[in-house]
T-cell receptor, first 114, second 115 residues
Framework: DAGVIQSPRHEVTEMGQEVTLRCKPISGHDYLFWYRQTMMRGLELLIYFNNNVPIDDSGMPEDRFSAKMPNASFSTLKIQPSEPRDSAVYFC????????????FGSGTRLTVV | GQQVMQIPQYQHVQEGEDFTTYCNSSTTLSNIQWYKQRPGGHPVFLIQLVKSGEVKKQKRLTFQFGEAKKNSSLHITATQTTDVGTYFCAGPGGAGGTSYGKLTFGQGTILTVHP
């Protein structure tokens, strides 16, 4: 298994531009999570899906953020328009709820908004 | 919402010394998980504890879940430079600490090991 795959690994964009982060979860995992990590706020849950359905998006900072999961093997997190305070590492993770295995995280996307 | 508090925030040790990080919750947890994140890396699942008073070991790492299921600890015996990283605890994020699907992470303890 290739694990959770995120792209791109690094993204540098100008303020106001649209940013799309991508994630391919582990095949067969029922849950997909988007986290954001910063020094100040640690690991914050933005949104999570169960069987492709968004369950809890209360962590999404504001309307500039949106996430989709059109099928079991793909999810996107979009920021439009981006702002410098969005600079962070964004992690996608997946899990199979019936297993005692925890989350499997992707390698993350380091986003820098200048 | 559910929160897990983790202390200390930082720990510097000499190689060979022991290390402990503590995790506390205001509510009873159905389970608690521990993760390790190497510098520049991503969190990696270490273990899950479910039972009251449970103790699990992984080589030099010892994990404990409190009797009241409100606290947990990770102890590393005789640290090595390969132990460097941030250690996170995470508890279920639902009401009453029961929702498996959603995890709330502690702030983490950053461990540095001086050779």
């Amino acid at each position: 298994d290739a694990g959770v795959i995120q792209s791109p690994r690094h993204e540098v964009t100008e303020m106001g531009q649209e940013v799309t982060l991508r994630c391919k979860p582990i095949s067969g995992h029922d849950y997909l999570f988007w986290y954001r990590q910063t020094m100040m706020r640690g690991l914050e849950l933005l949104i999570y899906f169960n069987n492709n359905v968004p369950i809890d998006d209360s962590g999404m900072p504001e309307d500039r953020f949106s996430a989709k999961m059109p099928n079991a093997s793909f999810s996107t997190l979009k920021i439009q328009p981006s702002e410098p305070r969005d600079s962070a590492v964004y992690f996608c993770a997946s899990s199979l709820v019936v297993r005692v295995g925890g989350y499997t995280f992707g390698s993350g996307t380091r986003l820098t908004v200048v | 919402g559910q929160q897990v508090m983790q202390i200390p925030q930082y720990q510097h040790v000499q190689e060979g010394e022991d290390f402990t990080t503590y995790c506390n919750s205001s509510t009873t947890l159905s389970n608690i998980q521990w993760y390790k994140q190497r510098p520049g890396g991503h969190p990696v699942f270490l273990i899950q504890l479910v039972k009251s008073g449970e103790v699990k070991k992984q080589k030099r790492l010892t994990f404990q879940f409190g009797e009241a299921k409100k606290n947990s600890s990770l102890h590393i015996t005789a640290t090595q430079t390969t132990d460097v990283g941030t250690y996170f605890c995470a508890g279920p994020g639902g009401a009453g600490g029961t929702s498996y699907g959603k995890l709330t992470f502690g702030q983490g303890t950053i461990l540095t090991v001086h050779p």
